[in-house]
Each structure stands twice: as structure tokens, then as C-alpha cells.
């Protein structure tokens, strides 16, 4: 069950994964995940968090110390203040690499990594400023007394390093990076050795990796948050447009017009129970000002390549290889993989309002449980 304090987002055991579709959208190059296939080192690359150390996301905030720099927001959060050092490290092309090693939660959860962009001299508050997240990830059922015991994720965020190179951004705010893991002990209290009573429940680590052969935008770049891990469903009043309808409907506002917009979509569908929406592959439909522009279905593609990093015995994987057409027929996502980052080229827009819909027509949400999870915002110069 995928769990998630402030929005109550419980997961245990789930199956599927994000396909990058070859329908008509461009998707941020998350890279798949064999530790052979990351990068180099390069010479600006540096670690936001290392091994920084999640608890219990149920439990009550602990007191243990945290490296300097980094504040915990909560067990399952916690966030770092980009220094103007950090900054000058940036090339205009950039990767974000996350590294989760398993400590006492032996289910698949879920994380993420975020910006927040803060006005200057102001405390960070997640009710100030903007927020948008960059990059999300399900963690694989792991053990940790058995190897391999780290997981990596790789993901391409060229248009960050636009964003955070911008001198205007750079003047105007605070720039901190949100990482979050929401995992529980309770199973690995009794299932792991060396588990029992523990609260710990993850390692992790995201570091920066520059890369050379990007561009910076030639004029100021635009930013606006849509969506920031908001849940869309059926039966829950602020979650849909209307119960019993599974869209949900968000205006943006452009003080000035913008040139080459682009909207940056994440959505990953959750619910373990029998016939939850983890479970089912549903056509998923983007609008922007009431105009279709992207249609897909996410998952279809085989999570053999991620079998490796389960090591704990899960009813998912099973004991034997499944075929590629098995998973397919209801894999939305896989544990131990990215959740793509879709990009939705739009244009030049005008000021004024603007609207963004996401609508999942043939969603079930069984029993009234389960969720889309989405983040959107929209960049562009």
C-alpha cells in the first residue's frame, strides 16, 4: 500500500508502471535505472542529500539531528536551501539522480523530488511561494539484509537548469529542494531481521549531475505552478469537478504573454484494492483551454528489468518470470521504476486566464478508494 500523510494515500502492494507512450507528446528523458547506465561523474555534479535518513510517516516528527543545511519538514520530508554556491555549480543541461536504499520498510512507496521557490528573506512555509515537483519514483519491495540493497533513478530536467540558471528567479527567491520518501516500518517490524522496533525506514540520496550541450533561454523564463501533488477521483469533493466524474479542472493566470509554453505532466494511478486503479490501465486526456492535447495510457511495458531490485518476496513479481504481454494487460507502474515526466508542447500563449483539465472518463475507483496522482505546471519564456 502506497502510504502518504497529508493526503491519506495508503499503498501495500502494487504492481505496474509508467510506459513512456509513443503518443503525440515529448517525455522528459527519465532515464530506466541500471546503475551500469548512469553517467559519469562530471566535474559540477554534487549531492543535495546523501543518505539522508526517513522514518516512520505516520509517526510523530523525530528529534534526531539532521546534517547542516537540511531541515526536516516532516519523517517523510525534508528540504535544502540551494546556496548561491550550489547555484554557480549549474550547467544549462542537468540530471537528477536518486539513489534509495532500503533500511525498515520492505513494501513498494512512493517519492519525489521538488522545488520550492520562496521570496527572499522570507521562512520557508508550504503556503508561501511557489512548489512544483520535478521528479517521482516508486521505491521496489526491497530487504534490506539482501544485495542489491540501492535502487537508482535517473531524469533528465534540462528545463530545470533553465529555471534555476535564470537570474531574475535567482534574485527573486530562495530556492530550496524538497525530497520525499513516505514509507511505514510495520511489516519489516516483523518480516526483517534486525527490523524489529526500528522506525527507520529509508535511505536516500539526490545529487545534481551537469551535463554539457544545453541552452540557456535567451529572454527571462516563465514559471507557473498548475498542480503540486494533487489527488484526482470520483467521490471526493475538491478532487473532481463533480462527483461521479473523474476530471478535475485548473485555471492558470498569465500576467504577460509567453513564448514556447510548455506543460510538464506527471500522474501516477493508485489503489491496491481488488480492482484498484493500480491495477487498471485507463486512457488518460489532457486539455488545455477546453482543446485536446494529449492522449495516453499509461504502463504497458514489462517490469522484468526491475525484478532484480525486489528482493523481498512480493505477491507482484512472484517467483517466476512474467511475460511481457502480462504485464501489459495491467501494469501501470513497477516498482523500482520512474514515473515519466510528460511534456505537452503548447506554444505561444496570450495573458490572461487559462485552463488546464486532466479527465480519466473510464476510472472506477472501487469501494471509493484509490486516486490519480498528478502535478502539472507550465514554462515557457
Known sequence: MLMFS??????????????????????????????????????????????????????????????????????????????????????????????????????????????????KNTSFSESIGKHIEVARFITPFMDKNKTPNVVPYLFSTDNVANLLRDATWRSTYDIYVVFSVFGVPYAANTEIAGCSGRNETAYGTVEFINKSGGTDPATVVQMFPIANNKLLDNYTAGNTDQIGTSKKTYTVNLPSAITDARLYLITSAHGA?????????RDHYIYFDNVQKLTYKPGGKSCEPYRQYNTQDNFIYGRVPRSAADWAASSNWCPGDVIPTRVINLGNLAAGNHSFRIDVPTAVFNQQQGNILHS??????
Do not use: M, W
Open 6 to 119: 497529508a493526503i491519506t494515500l495508503l499503498l501495500v502492494s502494487c504492481k505496474r508502471h509508467e510506459n513512456v507512450e509513443s503518443e503525440r507528446l515529448s517525455l522528459s528523458k527519465n532515464a530506466t535505472l541500471a546503475l551500469a547506465n548512469t553517467p559519469a561523474a562530471a566535474p559540477n555534479t554534487f549531492k543535495v542529500f546523501d543518505q539522508i535518513l526517513f522514518y516512520d510517516g505516520y509517526a510523530a516528527t523525530v528529534t534526531a539531528p539532521v546534517p547542516a543545511g537540511i531541515t526536516r519538514v516532516s519523517n517523510a520530508k525534508y528540504i535544502k536551501k540551494l546556496t548561491a554556491t550550489d547555484l554557480s555549480k549549474l550547467s544549462n543541461s542537468l540530471d537528477i539522480k536518486v539513489s534509495i536504499t532500503p533500511y525498515c520498510d520492505n513494501y513498494d512507496r512512493i517519492g519525489f523530488v521538488g522545488l520550492s521557490f520562496i521570496p
Open 273 to 281: 484494492n481488488s480492482g484498484g486503479e493500480e491495477y487498471n490501465r
Open 376 to 381: 502539472v505546471y507550465l514554462q515557457g519564456r
